[in-house]
């Protein structure tokens, strides 16, 4: 079963696109994965509205293609998450952060931010009476900067 599955890694997985069965290498070392990796460990900083968008045009890949290389590499674990990094500088001490949390994940999000979540301070989940704009974000933080 092992050699099945490391063979199958080495493939690629499948993906569907336009009724065309289209296999994409997974390894880290492919070159197209290599551009788009390169970017989005090392030449990013702070927080970017459209990162995808930046990364393909840094990186020269069509933004499609870095969506779907980056999902098939999730998908095969040859990465393990996709996420911006809060670096510390030129922040204030804090801030208030409200977050937009699935239903039937909320109490589990709460838990692990008021638990192991070092940037977290204050953490409270709110609702509210009616829909209304904001409404969906029930969890809040207080973001903490680290010194």
Same mark, same amino acid.
């Given at each position: 079963?092992?050699?099945?599955?490391?063979?199958?890694?080495?493939?690629?997985? !499948?993906?569907?696109? @336009?009724?065309?069965?289209?296999?994409?290498?997974?390894?880290?070392?492919?070159?197209?994965?290599?551009?788009?990796?390169?970017?989005?460990?090392?030449?990013?900083?702070?927080? !970017?509205?459209?990162?995808?968008?930046?990364?393909?045009? *840094?990186? @020269?890949? @069509?933004?499609?293609?870095?969506? %779907?290389?980056? %999902? /098939?590499?999730?998908? %095969?674990?040859?990465? *393990?998450?996709? *996420?911006?990094?809060?670096?510390?500088?030129? +922040?204030?001490?804090?801030?208030?952060? /409200?977050?937009?949390?699935?239903?039937?994940?909320?109490? %589990?999000?709460?838990?692990?931010?008021?638990?192991?979540?070092?940037?977290? @301070?204050? !953490?409270?989940?709110?609702?509210?009476?009616?829909?209304?704009?904001?409404?969906?974000?029930? +969890?809040?933080?207080?973001?903490? !900067?680290?010194?």
């Amino acid at each position: 079963m092992r050699n099945l599955r490391s063979a199958a890694r080495k493939v690629g997985q !499948v993906c569907l696109r @336009g009724g065309l069965i289209v296999m994409l290498p997974v390894e880290h070392n492919d070159p197209i994965n290599a551009k788009i990796l390169a970017i989005s460990e090392d030449k990013i900083e702070g927080f !970017v509205r459209e990162p995808f968008e930046e990364i393909a045009s *840094r990186s @020269g890949v @069509g933004v499609d293609v870095v969506m %779907a290389r980056i %999902a /098939a590499m999730l998908r %095969a674990r040859t990465i *393990r998450r996709v *996420r911006q990094t809060l670096l510390a500088t030129n +922040l204030a001490e804090g801030a208030l952060v /409200a977050w937009k949390v699935p239903e039937h994940k909320i109490d %589990a999000a709460f838990d692990w931010m008021f638990q192991r979540d070092p940037f977290s @301070g204050h !953490v409270v989940l709110r609702s509210t009476d009616t829909v209304s704009a904001g409404s969906d974000y029930k +969890l809040w933080t207080t973001l903490k !900067v680290p010194q």
